[in-house]
């Protein structure tokens, strides 16, 4: 038992005393990720969720007819094509891009799962460049990797120097661009710059590039170091699907393969794909529209006293409260209590009193403007 409790992973110890088990799920020391749930019809007027960067401007009752679509050809009986080779062969045509440089994924966060399981496990030191999405330092932390911190510069710009200071000591450097929660895209030359002397694997997670400027997808086959991650939770409107995909040289999609489940992903998400994929034309629209929101809702930001908005190249904005006596966290109940939810990002490094908020349809993004200033309104009161 001694041993036992003395492992990482241990599920249970002795109990007080008394000689009874106790049941210990996972370590200790690895915080749980706890994503907010809240029961709400996305449609409802009322409630304006715009926490975690859905995409509600899509119509849902599109996406539930294609749904509607992907579940008629399928027999649930069956397991559903290995490795997700339905929506693997789609993604690939679609990008242009060989099989054997994809892999799918439940989501771009199993992808993340399955890159840290076969690079970071049993010890490796990963630059993860911060404030930024927190699954990073969750999967480095639940491998047993050892996190090197590199800040962004206070224009939330890439600090490459220092990136490329701890370059020797890294077997892993970890970007998202355009990134969580900053918005902004990193610059194309810094990003190649670091491509070209980072030694290393680079992982670049573009989750929202569609609403960006450039994606690097172009370079997977010029830098062999390069994996590229991609979801359809935000342009295509999927989150509840779960679909995601990596792209890198065959080499490293082999390691990556050689450890994933054989049926990770179900059938109807490996059928959804493809169908999203085929009506592009529809979603290039509904980006469009997101793109011109994102602008309107910038500049409303821009006119309120008490907030500065920061320019965003994503389907969210990340905004600082100003005024004085406000927080963020505060900020953010008093919304929640007029029925917004938004996500506070104060507590990370640079973002003092900053909150994150989605773009949503134009009546939520109206409804959102009146709220926080009624909100800003009754601090003055
Ligand atoms: C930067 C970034 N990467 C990955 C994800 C998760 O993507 P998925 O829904 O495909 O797991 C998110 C979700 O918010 C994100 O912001």
Redo the contacts with the bound molecule.
């Keep these: 038992m001694k041993v036992l409790m003395g492992m990482r992973n241990r599920f249970f110890q002795e109990g007080m005393g008394m000689g009874s088990k106790k049941f210990i799920h996972g370590d200790a020391k690895i915080p749980s990720y706890d994503a907010e749930y809240f029961n709400f019809k996305a449609e409802s007027e009322d409630f304006v969720k715009l926490d975690?960067?859905e995409n509600l401007v899509i119509d849902a009752n599109f996406i539930k007819n294609l749904l509607i679509s992907a579940c008629e050809n399928i027999d649930p009986r069956l397991y559903p094509p290995p490795r997700g080779m339905l929506a693997l062969k789609a993604i690939s045509k679609f990008y242009g891009l060989d099989e054997e440089m994809i892999i799918v994924?439940?989501?771009?966060?199993?992808?993340?799962d399955i890159i840290a399981k076969a690079f970071v496990k049993g010890g490796a030191n990963i630059i993860i460049v911060e404030p930024?999405?927190s699954?990073y330092d969750f999967f480095v932390r639940l491998y047993g990797g050892d996190k090197l911190e590199v800040l962004l510069k206070p224009d939330f710009t890439l600090d490459v120097e220092r990136i490329l200071e701890l370059r020797k000591k890294a077997s892993l450097l970890i970007l998202?661009s355009p990134?969580?929660?900053t918005g902004n895209q990193f610059k194309e030359e810094s990003v190649k710059a670091l491509l070209e002397e980072f030694k290393g694997l680079v992982v670049i997670?573009e989750?929202?590039v569609e609403f960006a400027k450039y994606s690097v997808l172009k370079w997977v086959k010029k830098f062999d170091n390069l994996i590229v991650?991609r979801?359809?939770?935000?342009a295509f409107g999927l989150?509840g699907m779960?679909?995601?995909f990596a792209v890198s040289n065959p080499s490293i999609t082999e390691s990556l393969r050689r450890i994933m489940l054989p049926f990770n992903v179900n059938s109807i998400t490996q059928k959804i794909i493809a169908l999203v994929l085929e009506n592009w034309v529809y979603f290039k629209k509904q980006i469009e529209r997101i793109i011109q929101e994102r602008e309107w809702l910038f500049k409303k930001l821009k006119e309120i006293n008490g907030i500065k908005p920061f320019p965003s190249d994503t389907n969210f904005i990340l905004l600082k409260i100003t005024k004085k006596g406000l927080t963020s966290s505060a900020v953010k109940e008093q919304l929640r209590e007029k029925g917004v939810l938004v996500k506070d990002r104060g507590m990370l490094p640079l973002l003092d009193n900053c909150l994150r908020v989605s773009v949503g349809t134009h009546r939520m993004n109206e409804i959102f403007i009146q709220k926080l200033e009624e909100v800003l309104e009754d601090v003055k009161a």
Excluded: Q
Aim: hydrophobic share 40%; glycine share 10%; proline share 3%.
């Design positions: 975690l960067n994924g439940n989501g771009l966060d199993e992808l993340l930024t999405f699954m998202c990134n969580n929660p997670d989750a929202y991650l979801t359809l939770s935000k989150a779960r679909a995601g």
